[in-house]
């Protein structure tokens, strides 16, 4: 965890070259076009489909919701203070742990389990994220020695979500372009560089304020919350602790946000193309205009500014494409809201960004759930056995099984598709809700629903071009 302010350090403090945990998906060897034409042909149809329907049964269908019945949840001070004290235990073992970042618990923990495993779980179980965040305990107590009750400041409305895009586009940049995100002794400093930056944010401007605005993480992982089929609701303001929870349609709390303002959409846009550019950072094509043989690549530093570029170049791109198919809707469809339908239609991103990072950290996962077990085991590498595991425990043999692989690609490009899907149906949902009636309210859907038929087919381009590494 890094924040886009800790940029000029990561540049300073170059060390030993390490892959960082990413992973891209198999390249698979039967003919890959047969998965492009028929995943591109089913968000295609699937559109056609959607456009011909009437609003009202799809509405229906998103109001629809089964009663679960009510929880009383753990406070939330409580399980952010234990998330706390884990975090110092994962910490300690990066500064005194095995510099070998599979068998340290930090890098693995913080790149595969958090980064990876806990945003799908974010995903199906809902916003865990809003109790389990760690800096919430620290601040409170913070709070509590300084006898405050208020922040110091007011956090200013034109501040909108760049800190958050700042601090998202320095952690791209420390995972996919620096050296060694990998290595424990940096990655430790990062996180609590991180950890500093955020605990004064929160004590200057609020807790609740700050992470909902400035703090990449918290918003993004509350935005893949918003996917999740649980809907939680608060039963009463004096019992903060208890929730009713409801069997909900995926995806159709993303109705709920509010519109972004500009900085909160071309974040919605940056979590989509970092997780893209990665994919395309590891393929021949992207080496090859850097002149670079993939067949000995040279390492990370050998592109180091080719990808730094690219990044940004990647991100551009797709904000452009974005605007553009929103204000081509417009034209078609002038009762679109003028300045409110990017904000608005910017979430139906959000199941897509999703997708991309669980095809394409799908196979890291696998893996390096086993090396966690490892560097539990053994977690400051002093030859520990604390959870009776080997060092031959890791496999990857199912990397290795062909019916294994097809069926690990089968579900990458499925997730692909299916984000794809659940984005058609909600942006078609909620440009009806903004155009109004009339034969110009679905045609006006039509250049952003063209944008997300051409970037499945990339997408399912990235998970069977052939890669570097």
Avoid: K
């Avoid at 034109?158 to 995972?175: I, K, N, Q």
């Avoid at 080719?306 to 974005?322: E, F, P």
């Amino acid at each position: 965890m890094v924040l886009g302010l800790l940029l000029p350090w990561l540049c300073a403090s170059i060390g030993p070259a390490l892959a960082h945990t990413g992973g891209s998906g198999f390249m698979l060897l039967l003919p890959t076009g047969y998965y492009l034409a028929g995943g591109t042909l089913a968000v295609h149809v699937s559109f056609i489909l959607v456009f011909l329907l009437p609003a009202r049964p799809l509405e229906r269908l998103a109001a629809a919701r089964l009663d679960l019945g009510e929880i009383r949840l753990p406070s939330r001070t409580f399980c952010s203070a234990l998330s706390f004290a884990f975090l110092l235990l994962l910490l300690l073992a990066g500064f005194f742990g095995s510099a070998d970042p599979r068998l340290n618990p930090l890098p693995v923990f913080i790149w595969s389990l958090w980064w990876v495993g806990f945003t799908f779980v974010q995903a199906l179980a809902g916003d865990l994220w809003h109790r389990l965040n760690p800096w919430i305990a620290p601040y409170r107590l913070i709070m509590r020695l300084l006898r405050r009750a208020e922040p110091s400041l007011r956090y200013p409305d034109w501040l909108g979500y760049w800190p958050a895009l700042l601090g998202f586009g320095g952690f791209a940049w420390f995972e996919l372009v620096d050296l060694a995100p990998d290595d424990p002794d940096r990655l430790a400093v990062a996180v609590l560089a991180y950890g500093a930056v955020t605990l004064s944010g929160m004590v200057l401007f609020g807790g609740d304020i700050w992470l909902a605005r400035a703090d990449p993480f918290s918003v993004f992982l509350r935005l893949v919350a918003h996917l999740s089929p649980l809907d939680p609701v608060m039963v009463d303001a004096a019992r903060p602790d208890h929730r009713r929870f409801y069997l909900v349609p995926p995806g159709c709390r993303l109705f709920h946000l509010p519109p972004m303002p500009m900085s909160g959409t071309l974040f919605v846009l940056l979590t989509l193309s970092t997780v893209s550019f990665d994919g395309l950072s590891e393929t021949f094509w992207w080496l090859g205009l850097g002149g670079i043989n993939p067949l000995e690549f040279p390492g990370r530093s050998a592109v180091t500014g080719l990808n730094s570029i690219g990044l940004v170049g990647m991100w551009l791109a797709l904000a452009a494409a974005y605007l553009l198919a929103v204000a081509l809707g417009r034209l078609i469809n002038p009762a679109l809201p003028a300045g409110r339908a990017a904000g608005i239609l910017v979430v139906s991103i959000v199941p897509i960004s999703l997708a991309y990072q669980f095809s394409h950290y799908l196979t890291v996962l696998l893996v390096d759930v086993q090396y966690a077990i490892l560097a539990l085991s053994d977690p400051l590498g002093l030859g520990w056995n604390l959870l009776g595991s080997e060092r031959t425990y890791v496999t990857t043999s199912f990397l290795n099984n062909y019916h294994s692989v097809v069926m690990i690609w089968n579900l990458q490009a499925g997730a692909v598709v299916a984000g794809h899907l659940v984005a058609v149906v909600v942006a078609h949902i909620l440009s009806v809700r903004l155009g109004g009636a009339g034969w110009r309210a679905p045609l006006g859907q039509v250049p952003l629903a063209v944008l997300m038929v051409l970037y499945t087919l990339f997408g399912l381009w990235l998970l069977s071009a052939p890669v570097a590494g």
